[in-house]
């Protein structure tokens, strides 16, 4: 029997309504959290909002889900704030870890 087949991550970067949104797909994990915080580092911490659009993850672990907590936190420090866009299955995640409120969706979608 072979293991199931894994989503690919994958990271596009776009800009909507003067916000930077990146949109995650795949599964975020340990192994892809190096390349979340490149694309971070490539994007800068713009003037405003950065938009983290998780509605195509597949799935999330600690190590992703402490990413975007330290990713709020740094760009908090650079007067940009950090939206995030989900599923309620990654609510779910977030519920569970009772970090829920702390990383609550934004309630205008960009």
Do not use: N, Y
Not at 83 to 98: D, K, M, P, Y
């Amino acid at each position: 029997m072979e293991p199931p087949e894994c989503a690919p991550f994958e990271i596009v970067v776009r800009a909507e309504d003067g916000a930077v949104v990146l949109d995650v797909s795949g599964e975020f994990d340990l192994s892809e959290v190096d390349t979340f915080w490149a694309c971070l580092d490539g994007v800068g911490a713009p003037a405003g909002v950065l938009v983290v659009d998780l509605g195509d993850v597949t799935f999330i672990d600690s190590s992703a889900i402490a990413a975007l907590l330290k990713a709020r936190r740094s760009l908090a420090e650079q007067d940009c704030e950090l939206r995030l866009q989900h599923t309620a299955s990654v609510r779910r995640i977030f519920e569970l870890a009772g970090l829920a409120d702390l990383l609550d969706p934004t309630p205008d979608p960009v």
